[in-house]
T-cell receptor, first 115, second 113 residues
Framework: AQSVTQPDIHITVSEGASLELRCNYS??????LFWYVQSPGQGLQLLLK??????LVQGIKGFEAEFKRSQSSFNLRKPSVHWSDAAEYFC?????????????FGKGTHLIIQP | KAGVTQTPRYLIKTRGQQVTLSCSPI?????VSWYQQTPGQGLQFLFE???????NKGNFPGRFSGRQFSNSRSEMNVSTLELGDSALYLC????????????FGDGTRLSIL
């Protein structure tokens, strides 16, 4: 069965500092990988996705993520965070086989931005 | 274009009652998926509907059901409500399937008293 682990429940970063959120996945084949962001009281917004090809993917709001098959990881990065980036971040995995299990999400990382 | 719309935004029910939640997907999207979000279990896949047929189902009891109409709008029904059903229920739509990039609504917050 597919699974996602986000090791960090909370991360605190100073405004303007760089950010890396960790994500490890388990999937039996080449996965589809996603990062979503959720602000309080709202649904999830897609930041970026990886299906195949270039392992470094660019997303919205200045985010990027790198797929590393050997480490089963898909970490999210941003060079300089803004106070508006404070939110809950979810990594998700799916498969090309029609989505029988839907997307499997990690438990999320709560990002706190210090002024 | 309009995003995914879920109604109502908030619901309060008591144990034993049933509830129906509604979701209008983005125009042109044929796949509608439902997720339950709780602090303890996180986001869990309930089921997916595609062209009026349930195509995929997560590990939830039969009290959770849904349907999709010819205009792709979807409803989710929960019968015999339990306290543990209190959650944020999120609907997501995509053009082709539950494993594709999903566009989420803002959810329905269901509270069971």
């Amino acid at each position: 069965a597919q699974s996602v682990t986000q090791p960090d429940i909370h991360i605190t970063v100073s405004e303007g500092a760089s950010l890396e959120l960790r994500c490890n996945y388990s999937y039996g084949a080449t996965p589809y990988l996603f990062w979503y962001v959720q602000s309080p009281g709202q649904g999830l917004q897609l930041l970026l996705k990886y299906f195949s090809g270039d392992t470094l993917v660019q997303g919205i709001k200045g985010f990027e993520a790198e797929f590393k098959r050997s480490q089963s990881s898909f970490n999210l990065r941003k060079p300089s965070v803004h106070w508006s980036d404070a939110a809950e971040y979810f990594c998700a995995v799916g498969g090309p086989g029609g989505g029988a299990d839907g997307l499997t999400f990690g438990k999320g990382t709560h990002l706190i931005i210090q002024p | 274009k309009a995003g995914v719309t879920q109604t109502p935004r908030y619901l309060i029910k008591t144990r034993g009652q049933q509830v129906t939640l509604s979701c209008s997907p983005i125009s042109g999207h044929r796949s509608v998926s439902w997720y339950q979000q709780t602090p303890g279990q996180g986001l869990q896949f309930l089921f997916e509907y595609f062209s009026e047929t349930q195509r995929n189902k997560g590990n939830f009891p039969g009290r959770f059901s849904g349907r999709q109409f010819s205009n792709s709008r979807s409803e989710m029904n929960v019968s015999t409500l339990e306290l543990g059903d209190s959650a944020l229920y999120l609907c997501a739509s995509s053009r082709d399937g539950a494993n594709q990039p999903q566009h989420f609504g803002d959810g329905t917050r269901l509270s069971i008293l």
